[in-house]
């Protein structure tokens, strides 16, 4: 199985996990992302506890949070004009 290579001696996600947790950042439900996938619910729930274990982190906001601060998902700004505008 090929996973990412972390720079900084962090934490290695699968590709697999990388993509759960772009979609947990979004703020999709377990069972959201498990019909995005093509996956159960149930594997879902495994894949986000194993990254939540990997960044040692205490829950799913916390977990992206961490992800965060490791590198592993980017945050785009919004400007306060365009979060009021649309």
Do not use: F, W
Request: charged content about 25%.
């Amino acid at each position: 199985m090929l996973q990412q290579i972390s720079l900084n001696n962090g934490p290695v996600l699968t590709a697999r996990e990388s993509e759960i947790l772009e979609y947990v950042a979004q703020g999709l439900s377990t069972k959201e992302v498990a019909q995005h996938v093509g996956i159960a619910p149930r594997t879902v729930d495994r894949h986000v506890e194993n990254v939540r274990l990997k960044l040692r982190a205490k829950n799913r906001t916390h977990m992206i949070a961490c992800a965060v601060m490791e590198g592993l998902l980017a945050v785009d700004r919004v400007e306060p004009d365009q979060a009021v505008n649309g």
